[in-house]
């Protein structure tokens, strides 16, 4: 990285432009200039290169094979079946292995080169889609309850998130003048940004909405978190607020850590944009800004109290925030198959491995599946079913587990949308047990820099292995949550997996235990920096256990907790209860 800060390069980046539009026309390299890898987040993109190959390359004297990650910003996940038509066309013309849906309700593509990374560009927002303040430290992609169309208050929750996410957009034209080749006008580099000034934000911000029973956005380990609170009726009241959520932390340094947010009161629909500003400005002036690791909005609570926090917040949005309402949680997983909404539609939650959508990947029956092919043929037939827009038209939905929902269907179309499913491979979920249906895991090796071991390329192995434990013990159909992580920072929120490994080393990793299926309770610790024979060990006694001695629909985490197996920390029960749950 450049001897400059982070905060510096912000600074002094010309709003967010540095020396990009240099650093693309460099032919002598398929890299950026060190600053530039630091703002190009800031429009959606990383650069990576393919550690598989890096050594390789190292002793033939070549560069690393680099290449860019990005990703799209869809609040909530929603795209049309011609967005998805194109958005396929850009994995196929200029990534690597396929489309990939993130637990942010986003699209990733990987494997794009630099030379042709702006037409990559130009041809995402093409569809109608951008990618800007996809990653960097601004507010990313708003996850939203998957479904909007189960009834009208969903549709209300999501309308305000679409809003919200459009509000806390950077203002500047950065990003239209590089890849959308936008003409540089007078002013161009000192825009004003309200919401996030010189420096935008000290880290990375997550905003996340939840209607229970269902928490498929893990509400509690979002920066800020809206819960829905609706009335007998079904109707939308208002909101719980919960704060400080955030799953990132760094091995081996007890000042970092996972964190669920904490509710601090109650708000109506139309306070949602003035809270969320309070928010997120009150984070942009008293977050650390000397140490990134410890920069998150976690942080800045701990650090000066929850009910400082509490107070800056009504301080800067001019009223108060009333006493949170009950609410409770039934799981954080995806509830796969047909539901039906209000006004007679369904909907269909296809299970996608790991979010990845690809031609020839395995099955769990170790058959090639033909994803990619598949949902292209089910776009084209909603494409050309497709009404005048009535808000009733069918979509594509991604989901904060990596999965997929084909949305408003009418009943005339079901029984062809079966057959496509059945036809490429996108049925699994039928056939497919509980462990594997809610598995869980980032991308890591071989394009992400942070990570220290394998997570989505070891997922199907360790799946199966331990799906032949729970056999062994007569439990097959338990619904484990797992989630692997390729290192410690959280993209596929594992410290709220009942059993989680987070990558320490090349084959090795914290195995961690104990979390809710809720997503209200943190796991912790069970044993450390351990390879795979090692945690299978540690699995099987403790799957003997709970066979034997669970209670009835008893949780694996929840069983673990009362058998003391494991010991939740005094203060992270506290964070984790935020208020009192009802069923």
């Known amino acids: 990285m450049s001897a400059h800060s982070v905060e510096d390069i912000k600074r002094d980046s010309a709003r967010l432009r540095g020396s990009l539009l240099q650093s693309l026309a460099d032919p002598v390299t398929g890299s950026l200039r060190e600053d530039d890898q630091t703002l190009i987040k800031y429009h959606g993109s ?14 033939a004297k070549l560069e690393p094979a680099y290449s860019f ?7 909530g996940g929603v795209v049309t079946p011609a967005q998805w038509l194109k958005l396929d066309a850009v994995a196929t013309g200029f990534a690597e292995r396929g489309l990939r849906i993130t637990t942010r309700q986003a699209f990733q593509f990987h494997g794009v080169i630099k030379t042709e990374l702006k037409a990559t560009m130009q041809a995402i927002n093409a569809a109608l889609i951008d990618t800007l303040a996809a990653c960097g430290d601004v507010n990313r992609n708003v996850a939203v309850a998957a479904n909007p169309h189960l009834s009208a208050a969903h549709a209300a929750v999501h309308a305000q998130a679409a809003a919200l996410s459009e509000h806390l957009l950077p203002n500047t034209r950065a990003y239209y003048e590089i890849w959308l080749d936008e003409q540089r006008v007078a002013g161009s580099g000192s825009e004003d940004e309200p919401v996030y000034g010189e420096r935008y934000l000290p880290r990375k911000f997550k905003i996340g909405f939840a209607i229970p029973p269902f928490n498929d956005v893990d509400v509690l380990a979002q920066d800020l978190g809206f819960i829905a609170i609706l009335d007998a009726a079904g109707a939308l009241t208002g909101y719980n607020v919960s704060v400080g959520g955030g799953m990132g932390a760094t091995h081996g340094d007890p000042d970092t850590y996972p964190r669920l947010g904490s509710v601090v009161g109650f708000i109506a629909p139309e306070r949602l944009v003035a809270t969320a500003t309070a928010v997120v400005t009150a984070q942009r002036d008293f977050g650390n800004r000397e140490v990134r690791k410890r920069a998150r909005l976690k942080y800045t609570i701990d650090d000066r109290g929850l009910d400082w926090f509490r107070s800056e917040v009504e301080r800067r949005a001019g009223f108060p925030l009333l006493p949170a309402r009950p609410f409770g949680f039934a799981h954080n997983g995806d509830r796969f198959g047909w539901t039906g909404g209000e006004d007679g539609r369904g909907h269909l939650t296809l299970r996608i491995p790991a979010g990845r959508i690809v031609d020839g990947a395995l099955d769990g029956r170790g058959e090639a599946v033909r994803h990619l092919s598949g949902l292209r043929e089910i776009a084209r037939l909603l494409a050309q079913a497709a009404a005048p827009d009535d808000g009733r038209s069918a979509e594509l939905r991604l989901t904060p587990n990596q999965n997929l929902v084909i949305a408003n269907i009418p009943a005339a179309l079901r029984e062809r949308i079966d057959a496509l499913t059945a036809e490429y491979g996108l049925d699994g979920w039928r056939r497919a047990n509980p462990l594997r249906r809610n598995a869980l895991a980032c991308v890591a090796l071989p394009t992400c820099g942070l990570a220290m071991a394998e997570a989505e390329r070891y997922l199907p192995e360790f799946v199966a292995k331990v799906e032949e434990l729970l056999a062994r013990h007569g439990i097959p159909g338990a619904p484990i949550h797992l989630r692997l992580s390729g290192c410690p920072n959280g993209c596929s929120r594992p410290y709220l997996g009942e059993i989680a490994l987070v990558g320490k080393a090349p084959g090795r990793y914290n195995l961690m235990l104990g979390a809710d299926h809720r997503g209200q309770r943190l796991n912790t610790l069970y044993r450390e920096n351990v390879d795979e024979a090692a945690i299978l060990g ?3 006694p403790l799957f003997a256990d709970y066979a034997r001695e669970k209670r ?3 949780g694996f985490g929840d069983f673990l907790v009362r058998r003391a197996v494991v010991s939740i920390p005094e203060k992270d029960i506290r964070k984790s209860i935020p208020v009192e749950v009802v069923a």
């Open 538 to 540: 540690a699995l099987d």
């Open 552 to 554: 009835f629909e008893e």
């Open 46 to 59: 990383y650069q990576q290169d393919d550690r598989d190959i890096r050594e390789e390359r190292r002793l």
């Open 69 to 75: 990650m990005i990703r799209t910003r869809t609040p």
